[in-house]
């Protein structure tokens, strides 16, 4: 416990430096830092104290222009924050995560963001968290230039925020005053605000302030440059600058460059441009010109290389979505293997069991009564015994056959499907004479990938099937047809046969399920299994629908990649 004391202060102790370098414009330094804190809570198991070193690591990458790190980072913070319940650092990083999507110019996304925050504001009904809503919302709509609704926040936030204990609320309360004033050109009034700015920043000698309260008076005397001595008169707070515009604007970018912050510096370099451009000292002008250019020029460099980060990020995303997919695909796979062959295991083992009982009982009887049983009754027993041996050595040699289905399979080829169903009608020509069966082919076949002895197999199974199931009276009738329906070829084997009961229709694609004795239809009852596994090795799907005294359809689908309608060469 005390080896894990130290940790927690050495982590507080690079907490408290990494802000130390932050507000020294040391971003570097503060990710270096934080990060260190960050590995060492992680390892004391209570990621709820991460919340604040992720929050300043964003920070950092906000001021390097590094904005989707920091977006990312800051979302780290925010779920950390929600998991220590801490309202006050959430409202925090939320107005950063809004502030970072809008200097991204992602509008829908701040926007959203931002109705986030105001429902979490609304369920808290706490004036302090209200106020960084305000704050949220007055940046959202004077970056979007949004005057009407700027003036609604601004005037909310200065009504809930000029008498806050908050300082920052009470000055950012004053600024969005000023900036919506210097919109609708009320320069006197934003001016009495910038005043206040001035006076809150000297007070608490913040220079970020400081810059935002130079900028904003040079912002106004700069639109007001013919009348600038009337303003220059109004106040003695400003006599360092001996009533020089120029003067105000140098101490700013001073500033900026003290801040080592990008925007600030563009800000003001912007100004400077245009103050020199209106005395007409180009060369100056054209000084801060190529300053700007060459901020703009590194925003893009880092931009770029935020974008490929974000990339890359959103590409090891979704192959990570999709490595979780596969595993829960496969995980469902493996579950629904185990399920059948459970059930396979059970249906084979009870109707494997059906004939050695049958063996096993009239052998016993011929052991035990063989001697006074007559000569007729024992060849009855042996010939049941045969019939039984019989049965079971088909049960074994098709269940070999279906338990090897599908596998060491040849590379798939063209497979003309006409020809197949062609074939099959060959193939069954004498049962289909013999019961003096109508068969009818409909639609056109297409050509399919795929191998000629599983496809012949799956359509001489389902119209066999057809075949053996007759209703007594009645001339068979059989369609084999080809469907298109909605970008999807469905193949469908029809009958007029007994038909299946309703109940018994998921059952009939089981190994062994016979729903007939052996005595009214023969058959090991795996043909339907096996034209399932067939369709299943395809990736297709099958299903029955049946009356009873009426018929059966049985349907089909294989995958229609690289299917095509042609017909086979003589």
């Known amino acids: 416990s005390k080896l894990n004391g130290y940790k927690c202060l050495e982590a507080h102790s690079m907490d408290s430096l990494s802000v130390s370098y ?46 989707y790190r920091a977006s990312i980072t800051y979302y780290k913070s925010l779920k950390l924050a929600q998991q220590q319940g801490n309202h006050e650092l959430m409202a925090v990083v939320y107005y950063n995560i809004i502030h970072c999507l809008i200097v991204q110019k992602r509008h829908d996304l701040a926007f959203k963001e931002l109705e986030k925050f105001e429902k979490f504001t609304d369920e808290l009904a706490d004036e302090g968290i209200t106020i960084y809503l305000y704050n949220a919302y007055c940046e959202f709509y004077f970056k979007t230039l949004n005057r009407p609704k700027l003036a609604e926040y601004a005037q909310k936030f200065f009504d809930l925020g000029h008498n806050s204990e908050n300082f920052l609320s009470k000055f950012q309360a004053h600024l ?57 008169n109004q106040t003695d707070l400003l006599n360092e600058f001996d009533g020089q515009l120029l003067l105000l604007l140098k101490k700013t970018e001073e500033l900026a460059e003290t801040l080592n912050c990008t925007q600030e510096r563009l800000l003001v370099y912007s100004l400077l441009e245009k103050y020199y451009n209106h005395h007409k000292d180009f060369e100056q002008a054209y000084l801060y010109s190529k300053r700007i ?70 052998a016993r009887l011929l052991k035990n009564h063989g ?7 024992r060849n009855e027993f042996l010939g049941y015994i045969q019939s039984s041996s019989d049965r079971l050595i088909r049960m074994v040699r098709d269940l070999l056959k279906y338990s090897k289905l599908g596998q060491n399979l040849p590379v798939a080829k063209p497979i003309y499907l006409s020809q197949i169903v ?69 193949y469908k084997v029809q009958d007029n046969g007994i038909g299946i009961e309703e109940d018994k229709l998921e059952r009939i694609f089981r190994p062994f399920i016979r729903l007939h004795n052996q005595e009214e239809y ?11 596994k067939i369709v299943n090795l395809y990736k297709g799907t099958v299903w029955v629908e049946s009356t009873v005294g009426e018929g059966t359809s049985f349907y089909f689908t294989l995958p229609t990649t690289n299917a095509c309608f042609a017909k086979p060469s003589n």
């Open 293 to 362: 250019g060459k901020i703009r020029e590194d925003i893009y460099d880092i931009e770029k290389n935020d974008l490929t980060f974000r990339l890359q990020e959103e590409f090891n995303m979704k192959q990570k979505e999709k490595e979780i997919l596969f595993q829960k695909k496969l995980l469902n796979q493996q579950k629904e293997i185990t399920a059948n062959l459970e059930n396979f295991a059970h249906t084979t083992s009870h109707d494997l069991r059906e004939p050695l009982q049958s063996i096993s009982a009239f």
């Open 22 to 67: 932050f507000c020294r414009g040391q971003y570097q330094k503060t990710i270096g830092i934080g990060e260190k804190a960050v590995t060492i809570l992680s390892q004391l198991n209570d990621p709820t104290k991460l919340a604040v070193p992720f929050c300043n690591i964003a920070s950092s990458y906000f001021e390097l222009g590094q904005y």
């Open 422 to 490: 062609e074939e099959v009608k060959l193939n069954l020509h004498n049962q289909i004479e013999r019961e003096n069966a109508i068969v009818n082919i409909k639609g056109e076949f297409p050509v399919l990938q795929g191998h000629h002895v599983l496809l012949n197999q799956l359509f001489q199974n389902l119209i066999s099937n057809s075949l053996k199931f007759i209703r007594a009276g009645v001339q068979p009738n059989i369609v084999i047809e080809v469907q298109n329906v909605e970008d999807q070829i469905i």
């Open 371 to 377: 001697a006074t049983l007559s000569e007729k009754d």
């Open 522 to 532: 023969k058959g090991s009852g795996i043909g339907l299994a096996t034209c399932k």
């Open 176 to 232: 969005y005053q000023a900036r919506t004033q210097i919109g609708y050109k009320k320069f006197q009034a934003a001016f009495e605000n910038a005043l206040v700015l001035y006076k809150f920043a000297k007070e608490c000698e913040s220079d970020s302030q400081l810059f935002l309260a130079y900028n904003t008076i040079g912002q106004i005397l700069y639109r007001e440059i013919d009348n600038q001595a009337d303003y220059w």
